[in-house]
């Protein structure tokens, strides 16, 4: 019987601070998005007694409610704040900064590739183009059935002067694989 009571004991010492953190960061997590919604909707009042919407509107055309915009952000900066405060409590803040500083690497190595995809193979066919001088600035060309004259050529495109003046904007890795041809006058 003592064992037991020694094992209830030992249960109860493990499991009852973590209740008690549980409970606590649930509570600052709801208290947090109270404050979160209450601040929102003052950041949104105080910019509507300025006038911010009907002013951008008029300054610039703007579409979009500014208004509005702030609110949702003091809102979710709020709530992210009260969140943090909540994964503290219970001890977890080391580790979920650690997966959101992870999720960044990778969504930063996913948009700096995308970005690149088009921009090397441009470069390499633009140092190309530079190279063999075809075609050059002032020939004219058919490219896709379109004639017009070399305007401009610099690492990443081709800039061709159609005869009704439209520019057509030729990547120049497409320019090297499509069928080009020099136009004599």
Request: aromatic share 10%; charged share 20%; with cysteine.
């Amino acid at each position: 019987m003592a064992l037991f009571q020694r094992v209830v004991d030992f249960v109860k010492g493990l499991v009852m601070p973590l209740l008690n953190n549980m409970v606590i960061a649930v509570f600052t997590f709801f208290i947090g998005l109270i404050i979160g919604r209450i601040m929102g909707k003052i950041a949104h009042r105080i910019l509507h007694a300025f006038d911010v919407d009907k002013t951008l509107v008029k300054a610039m055309g703007a579409k979009v409610s500014i208004e509005s915009l702030v609110e949702i952000l003091v809102s979710y900066v709020i709530y992210v704040i009260f969140f943090m405060f909540a994964l503290n409590q219970i001890g977890l803040t080391q580790w979920v900064m650690y997966l959101v500083a992870g999720i960044a690497c990778v969504v930063a190595l996913v948009v700096a590739f995308l970005a690149l995809k088009d921009l090397i193979p441009n470069a390499v066919a633009g140092y190309f183009i530079m190279r063999r001088e075809f075609p050059k600035v002032g020939d004219i060309i058919k490219v896709d059935g379109v004639v017009g004259k070399v305007s401009n050529i610099n690492m990443l495109e081709t800039r061709v002067k159609t005869k009704k003046g439209d520019i057509i904007s030729y990547p120049n890795s497409r320019l090297l694989r499509s069928k080009l041809e020099k136009v004599v006058k």
